[in-house]
């Protein structure tokens, strides 16, 4: 009889069953829930990884820019879209998403391929992001919006109350308007550089504005594109 080598054996699956309890939910299909806290890596590759949670990620997206407009609007009665929309790209970034992610505690929950444990990539901000957008795409999925939105204002309370002042836009948004208000023309993005396994990318973008340029470094273009716009407009008024 051959015995299996010692540390052969995949690590125990999260408990779902308390998960779900913590985030106020009893799934109709628990199915989905394991599918939202299922990374890439782990995914079945002869089905193309679609046992993944990229597929619900792709529809809680969707659900997160209903449900916070939908909050928005009802906060701020007076605002004008331009403002609304400044308030909700604060919101959904994918860094604010991260912080919720971390104080739900997702990142130990996450299934993850063996080989990626050691690498800590369920602790990574942009995969912590990804896992949350999933998470409400399950929710959705298994109780329609009054299944989604409970959870997605529990979520968000906090970061909706620090949203109550002045509405603060994006990076790229404040330089864009830093340029236009000086008569410059738009500025441009380019790919410096893309590094890493799939589920583990580095992006190097390049901004170029006003005669300057900047760059960021990031684990997706649209956050190395903020970062360079950041690094741009901190640069201001140095020689």
Do not use: C
């Not at 970062?227 to 008024?237: F, H, N, P, S």
């Amino acid at each position: 009889m051959t015995r299996r080598k010692r540390g052969a054996e995949p690590p125990p699956l999260p408990d779902f069953e308390a998960f779900a309890e913590r985030i106020g939910h009893r799934f109709a299909n628990p199915a989905l829930l394991r599918q939202a806290m299922t990374h890439r890596s782990a995914g079945d590759p002869r089905r193309g990884q679609l046992d993944s949670n990229e597929r619900l990620e792709f529809i809680g997206d969707r659900v997160l820019a209903l449900l916070t407009a939908e909050w928005l609007a009802e906060r701020f009665p007076n605002e004008r879209e331009g403002d609304l929309g400044k308030r909700l790209s604060v919101l959904v970034a994918w860094d604010t998403l991260a912080r919720i992610a971390e104080a739900l505690e997702i990142g130990p929950m996450l299934v993850v391929a063996q080989g990626e444990v050691r690498t800590g990539v369920a602790m990574r901000q942009n995969v912590l992001a990804d896992a949350f957008e999933a998470l409400l795409g399950a929710l959705f999925l298994d109780g329609g919006l009054e299944a989604a939105r409970p959870f997605y204002r529990r979520a968000f309370a906090e970061a909706m109350e620090g949203n109550l002042g002045q509405p603060q836009a994006s990076a790229k948004s404040r330089l864009q308007e830093w340029l236009q208000g000086r008569g410059f023309g738009l500025p441009e993005y380019r790919l410096v550089s893309s590094s890493g396994p799939d589920h583990q990318p580095v992006f190097v973008v390049a901004v170029a504005a006003a005669g300057r340029e900047a760059e960021g470094m990031a684990d997706s273009k649209r956050a190395a594109e903020q970062q360079a716009a950041e690094a741009w407009l901190a640069g201001i008024g140095k020689p």
